[in-house]
Each structure stands twice: as C-alpha cells, then as structure tokens.
C-alpha cells in the first residue's frame, strides 16, 4: 500500500512540469526578433538631429545678493538732545526723500546764532565810528600841519620861542599818529568781518543741522535713537537704504564671461572707458526662483568689479534694478529686497552662423553622425565653448549633418542605423540658440 502511494506522489510531479514547458515555448515563440535590414543585417533605432546652423545670443550665468544701490548713515553732526522723531521711523519703514526723520534741541544753537549775529551788527557799527574818527583825524592832522608852519614862519622872524615851535612840532606828531592808528583799526575791520561772518555760517550751518532730513526715498535700517535721547556729535544715528534702485554684485566664472565677446571687434572697446554699458552691450535678466515660479526683471549693466575673486576665480559684474517697487506683481513678482540670492544672466550681442548641439552627444571630442547609408560614423569635433546644456561647435560638423543623440551601448562604427528625427530636441536647440535657458 505504501508502495502504491509512493508511485502515485511521484506521477502527480509531471503535469506541472509539462505545463511549465509549454508556457516558455508559447513565450519564446511570441520573442519579437532583431530588426533586420532586407539583406537580414541588425538595426539600431536610433534618434536624430540635423545639426542646426542659428543665430546664437551668448549668455553667462551668475549669481549674487540683492543690494540697495546707495546706503545712507545718519551721523549727527551736532550734539543735543532729540526732541522730534518720525512717527514712522522703525526699521522696515519706507520714508519719502525729504521727509524729517529726526531733530535735535535746537535751542542752543538759535542763541549762538543771535549772539553772533549781535557782534556781527555791533562791528558794523563800529566799522562806521571808526570811518567818522579816521575823518575828524585827518581834519585835526591838517590844522596841525598848517599851525607848525605858521609857527615856523614866526620863529624866523623871532616873535615865537622855541618852545611854540616844540609844542607845534609834537601837536602834529600827536596828530599823525592819531591817524595812523584809526587807519589800523580800519583795516583790520574786513578781516574781523570775515571772522563774524564765517561764525555766524558755521552757526547757521549747526541750527540746520539739527534737523535730519531723508536724502532719497529710502528703508530705514539700524535704527539706534529714541526720542528724549542725548547724541553726541559724530555718533551714528540711523542707516538709510535706497528703495528706487537696487543692484546686484554677481559673481561670473571667466569661462562664461569670455563666450560673449568670442568674435567682437576689438575696434568696438576702443572707448572702453568712455561708454563701457555701451560698448560691452549686455542685456541682463535677474530670475529669482520662487519654487512653483520663476520671476524675472529687466536690468541694467552698470560696471565690471575691480579684481578677480583669488579663491573662486570668478570677476564681479555689477547689474541695477530701477524702481523696483514698482514692477511688482501680487503672488507672481515680490519686491527686490535687500538680501535676497538672485540668479542673473547676461545676453551678448547675437553671433551669427553658430553651429550647435547638445552637449551630452559629445563624448570625449567625438560625435556619432549617420551617414547617407544609415552608418554610424565617428567624427571629432572641435568644442568652441559650452553654454548650460549645448556645445557651440568650433570645427568638425557641418550644418545638416545627421547627429545620432541617443545613447548608443555598444557604439561599433559601421553598424546600420534606423534613424528618427527627434523634432522635440530640433525645438530645444533653436530655444537655446535664442538664449533661453
């Protein structure tokens, strides 16, 4: 009995296995063979692009931080203590050019100014003393010089002693340096005038400096004062940044920045230093990525930076923003604030008859092309420069020529090509070409 039972586990193996073996032969008959050429040779499908001959806009790519184009310190240029404020003076508050920020006691300073300006008016008036005194003097040294000659005329005829003539003699002495020194006097009149006067400017000067006006349209920042507060003179009282310009210090490698003047005319820079924004004829666009969005404005190339960053090896290029208050866009474009990490491309002048691909179908200085019979063909290639996802091809690929752009594993020279055009990549390259990034 367990014989039998034994017998029968074993037989009850097979139709499973038979089941199986059919499946895979049903598989293996429905195995798609390699696509063959007519001649029965293998294929590869492969995808394709005409190398495309355009008008290619150069752009460089850099980055930097938001920044007010000027900043403004409040430093008090007298001391006193603060009476007034602007009721919306706080950081973060947008205050109007011309606006009063601040005051100072100007008590003081209005009674300097009127005590100088008292002394200015008592030497007026002693200027015009001084002017009668010189006229009575002289007068007096006339009437002097007539009497010593009258004396003189006597003495000769001996009805006046010696004496009269001594006494006429040191009259008149008296009477010249009588007027000498109302001459003195008068002339150093002008010269304690201009001292008055400049007193009376710089007390001018320091009555109006207590009062701290807003230079431009400006964002309160580093607020230190409150009201009742003493500050001494020199001392730094607020920080003042300007909202109707911002700019952006952006820093470039060299590589990027050499491809926009690749086939410039040297004659072009002649003038460098008369017109660089003109000369160097960059259209800058800032893009800030806001996550679901990218915003972008329209900027203005504003000068290069003084010197290569020695760490990075990149050169700082300066772009400007203006009123950017008013381009914003609710939910689309916030306002450029100080501080935030912006993206910015630089566009150069347009280059004509560039012949470019994508850069991941060049490997190692060589691309593969299809030729007229469908082979693939291994061409070396000279790499004029890269911009973001494309090579600018200096020599080696002709316009029209057939670019193989997919990945070929193993790529055997020769091999027969079934070729499709890839218009989607056709449609990226002339995106590219127009500096779309």
Do not use: C
């Not at 300007?242 to 926009?260: H, I, Q």
């Amino acid at each position: 009995m367990s014989h039998h039972s034994s017998i029968w586990r074993k037989l009850l193996v097979i139709p499973p296995i038979l089941f199986g073996i059919g499946i895979l032969m049903v598989m293996v008959g429905n195995k798609q063979p390699p696509t063959t050429s007519e001649a029965g040779e293998p294929t590869k499908r492969v995808r394709v692009v005409e190398a495309p001959q355009l008008a290619l806009t150069p752009v460089a790519e850099g980055y930097g931080t938001i920044q007010p184009a000027r900043v403004w310190s409040a430093v008090a240029q007298v001391s006193g203590r603060i009476v007034e404020l602007h009721p919306r003076l706080r950081n973060g508050e947008i205050i109007t050019k011309e606006s009063l920020l601040l005051k100072i006691d100007p008590v003081d300073y209005e009674l300097n100014l009127a005590q100088v300006s008292a002394e200015l008016a008592e030497l007026k008036v002693e200027e015009n003393n001084v002017k009668a005194s010189l006229s009575i003097e002289q007068r007096s040294l006339k009437i002097a010089e007539r009497e010593l000659q009258r004396i003189t005329k006597l003495t000769a005829k001996g009805t006046a002693s010696q004496s009269d003539l001594d006494n006429a003699e040191r009259n008149l002495l008296n009477s010249r340096n009588a007027v000498q020194n109302v001459k003195n006097s008068l002339a150093l009149m002008p010269t304690r005038l201009k001292v008055l006067e400049a007193k009376k400017r710089q007390a001018e000067r320091d009555l109006e400096n207590t009062s701290v006006y807003a230079p431009f349209n400006m964002r309160v920042a580093d607020m230190g004062i409150e009201i009742d507060q003493f500050v001494s003179k020199g001392g730094v009282l607020l920080a003042g940044d300007e909202v109707d310009r911002v700019e952006v210090v952006a820093r470039f490698p060299m590589s990027s920045l050499r491809r926009l003047f690749i086939g410039r005319d040297v004659s072009e820079f002649e003038m460098l230093g008369g017109n660089l924004a003109e000369a160097v004829a960059f259209e800058p666009l800032l893009r800030l990525d806001l996550g679901t969005t990218i915003a972008e404005w329209q900027a203005e190339f504003v000068r290069f930076s003084d010197k290569v960053d020695p760490d990075t090896r990149t050169m700082g290029v300066v772009v400007a923003v203006d009123r950017p208050f008013e381009k914003v866009i609710p939910g689309q474009r916030p306002p450029l604030s100080k501080g935030m990490f912006v993206q910015v491309l630089l566009k150069g002048k347009t280059q004509a008859d560039r012949i470019i691909l994508p850069r991941s179908t060049i490997k190692n200085g060589v691309v593969y092309l299809a030729d007229e019979n469908n082979r693939l063909q291994r061409q070396p290639v000279e790499i004029l420069y890269n911009q973001g996802d494309i090579s600018v091809i200096g020599k080696g690929i002709q316009a029209g020529q057939r670019v193989v752009i997919s990945d070929l594993v193993p790529a055997v020279s020769g091999m027969l090509l079934q070729t499709v055009p890839d218009q989607q990549m056709e449609a990226l390259l002339q995106q590219r070409a127009r500096g779309q990034l």
